[in-house]
């Protein structure tokens, strides 16, 4: 087993270069925003570090955490029900219990004022939603469309979240990054890291095979709808996606492989954008782009850092100043 002196990564994954920096497109529910059109443009990022050699000893058993609806805590009536049984975990999980073509929603707020809207499914399964606000009070509200932007509330809790850590939200699947022990992108990521115990190298192998695979998808960020969720096995599968694909699938592999990963969305300057946070003891949460270089941890930007456009925008990345996180997932 090894361990590194200081690692910290975070990774922007949404890529839009064509010639230059284009923009991105329609917004989804939870205010997130596609890009809607460039190409990819991406070179391998190496990760390397020197290494303190301890002592060699047994693999620990690893264990995929999974939301479960445990029933024990719940608010339910004849239309919808929340489980905020596990709410400690860093999730709560709703489901729709009759049949509608209506739109429904599901809206939390947390202890940080900020609004999450979701698209609720209505098929009478759970979805997972985070709690990704840290410790506090949260509203957690269903919502069914009257018409136009007019919904009624369908049933709603107050709920008081003590996580079990700061990582609880970000280790498990949620709707936006949404696996299971049979998903690919679980089989996929262990087949990646299986040879090595360093973060770093687990980081650069993850990303590596994300940016090499997928490629950007001009049609599909052409027709994007609102209140799209990406369906991780079969971007893999297709090798194709837009930037929010990128995200919740390298999201979804670190978070597998117990590597606490945010699912952020934000602004790049004027762009909005997709991009994951990695973390680390070291480090901690880094809310900027980073790239190891071999000798020092350097601000890099792998969607604007390459291609034609590099030398300017290395200067617009310049200390990270220009990115804002707007929601984590």
Known sequence: ????????????????????????????????????????????????????????????????????????????????????????????????????????????????????????????????????????????????????????????????????????????????????????VVAKAAELVKDTDDLPDKIASVYNHVIKYISYDRELARTVQSGYVPDLDAVLERGKGICFDYAAVMTAMLRSRGIPTRLVFGYAGAQYHAWIDVFSEEEGWVNSVIFFDGDNWVLMDPTWASGAAQAGNRQFIGDGANYTVKHLF
């Open 1 to 184: 087993m090894k361990i590194f002196r200081k690692v910290s990564a975070t990774v922007l994954i949404c890529a839009v270069l064509l010639t230059m920096v284009s923009s991105c497109g329609s917004k989804n529910d939870a205010g997130s925003q596609a890009c809607t059109n460039g190409t990819v443009v991406m070179e391998p990022m190496d990760i390397t570090l020197e290494m303190l050699p301890l002592s060699e000893g047994p693999p620990a058993m690893f264990t995929l955490l999974m939301p479960a609806a445990s029933g024990t805590s719940i608010n339910k009536n004849t239309k919808a029900e929340i489980d905020f049984s596990n709410t400690k975990d860093g999730y709560v999980m709703v489901r729709f219990l009759q049949q509608t073509r209506t739109r429904l929603v599901v809206r939390i707020i947390g202890p940080d004022n900020e609004s999450y809207t979701y698209t609720l499914r209505a098929d009478g399964k759970f979805d997972v939603y985070p709690l990704a606000q840290g410790n506090g009070k949260y509203t957690v509200g269903v919502f069914e469309q009257v018409d136009g932007t007019r919904f009624a509330t369908v049933i709603s809790s107050v709920i008081n979240v003590t996580l079990t850590d700061e990582f609880a939200p970000f280790l498990r699947p949620n709707i936006f990054v949404n696996f299971n022990e049979e998903s690919k």
